[in-house]
């Protein structure tokens, strides 16, 4: 078959899978989380997405599209721009948000602390816990569905809880559960 009776999005522009969730589980986020991508959403929509647009328009009215470099890859730009478009609208229709100030001065582990645990082998280490959208590895946050959160969750300062390890099971002794003080 001819490439000029296929699209030319049959792989690039299907819809982009959401990261798992569990079973019955809610996509918590912090409300700092939500505003994050609230606003990445509204600057696509208001500032990229009208740019490429227009540079688009421009390219197309230049003639030959085929071997038009600026046409060809503002289509693809824009294609990327509108698939993160949908894909942060259905984030955020789904995202429930939390606030985790409100355990502030608690030793309980939940959504939205900072942990500090000790390892088996002594090392210390601290993570933070955050939705999936928001968690950033380099930063120490982790998700709330991420192996080590689950262990930690409901665990208080001083417990030791058990955390499953591809090398096998593992006990970390929670030292420290910090959370954000409420902003007046």
């Known amino acids: 078959m001819s490439k000029a009776f296929t699209r030319e999005?049959?792989?690039?522009?299907?819809?982009v899978g959401l990261p798992?969730?569990?079973?019955?589980?809610?996509?918590?986020i912090t409300p700092q989380g939500y505003a994050a991508l609230?606003?990445?959403?509204?600057?696509?929509?208001d500032n990229e997405r009208p740019k490429v647009v227009?540079?688009?328009?421009?390219?197309?009215?230049?003639?030959?599209?085929?071997?038009?470099?600026?046409?060809?890859?503002?289509?693809k730009r824009l294609r990327e721009i509108d698939r993160r478009i949908?894909?942060?609208?259905?984030?955020?229709?789904?995202?429930?948000v939390t606030e985790p100030?409100?355990?502030?001065?608690?030793?309980?582990v939940f959504f939205g602390a900072t942990v500090?645990?000790?390892?088996e082998a002594g090392d210390e280490r601290t993570v933070t816990i955050l939705g999936i959208d928001e968690a950033d590895s380099l930063k120490g946050e982790v998700?709330?569905?991420?192996?080590?959160?689950?262990?930690?969750?409901?665990?208080?300062?001083?417990?030791?809880?058990?955390?499953?390890?591809?090398?096998?099971?593992?006990?970390?002794e929670v030292l420290r559960v910090q959370y954000p003080q409420a902003l007046q």
Do not use: C, M
């Not at 609230?38 to 929509?45: H, K, M, S, T, V």
């Not at 500090?116 to 390892?119: A, F, G, K, Q, R």
């Not at 709330?144 to 970390?172: C, F, Y």
């Open 54 to 75: 227009d540079i688009v328009h421009w390219a197309a009215s230049n003639g030959d599209r085929s071997e038009n470099g600026d046409y060809i890859y503002g289509k």
């Open 9 to 15: 999005s049959d792989t690039e522009d299907d819809e």
């Open 143 to 172: 998700t709330w569905i991420s192996p080590i959160a689950r262990a930690l969750l409901k665990a208080r300062e001083g417990d030791v809880v058990k955390l499953v390890t591809p090398v096998g099971v593992q006990e970390v």
């Open 116 to 119: 500090t645990y000790l390892e």
């Open 20 to 28: 798992p969730l569990p079973a019955g589980g809610k996509n918590y």
């Open 38 to 45: 609230r606003a990445e959403l509204f600057d696509l929509i």
């Open 86 to 96: 949908r894909f942060l609208t259905k984030r955020l229709e789904i995202a429930e």
């Open 101 to 108: 100030s409100v355990h502030f001065g608690k030793d309980q």
